[in-house]
Nanobody, 127 residues
Framework: QVQLVESGGGSVQAGASLRLSCAAS????????LGWFRQAPGKEREFVAA????????YYTDSVKGRFSVSRHNDNNTMSLEMNSLKPEDTAVYYC????????????????????WGQGTQVTVTA
């Protein structure tokens, strides 16, 4: 059983930066693929970014490419999402997710391959 706890959300103005963190615990979590998803009010939960277990491969949805950066630190089982040039459309609850699967451009975006989820952290970006 893997447990995930997000932190670092907040309310900022457009153009600002935020850094989200995800603390993971549980057996074998360092070998899991990790991802970030977000859900805006009235919308489906959508893929944002993911990283494979070694940390060498990262994946992003098109709308955040060049602005967001995902990284992981297996020595302390944490994952970060550095968010720059934030836009009002980035407003959502951000969720950390983990799964025991091989992350690729295709698999990393699929919600159902992630078997553990955090409670979420709110990010609000005002114009």
């Amino acid at each position: 059983q893997v447990q995930l706890v997000e932190s670092g959300g907040g309310s900022v103005q457009a153009g600002a930066s935020l850094r989200l963190s995800c603390a993971a615990s549980g057996r074998g979590v360092s070998t899991y693929s990790l991802g970030w998803f977000r859900q805006a009010p009235g919308k489906e939960r959508e893929f944002v970014a993911a990283i494979n277990w070694r940390g060498g491969n990262t994946y992003y949805t098109d709308s955040v490419k060049g602005r967001f950066s995902v990284s992981r630190h297996n020595d302390n089982n944490t994952m970060s999402l550095e968010m720059n040039s934030l836009k009002p459309e980035d407003t959502a609850v951000y969720y950390c997710a983990a799964g025991s699967f091989v992350a690729t451009q295709i698999t990393a975006r699929v919600r159902k391959v992630y078997t553990s989820w955090g409670q979420g952290t709110q990010v609000t970006v005002t114009a």
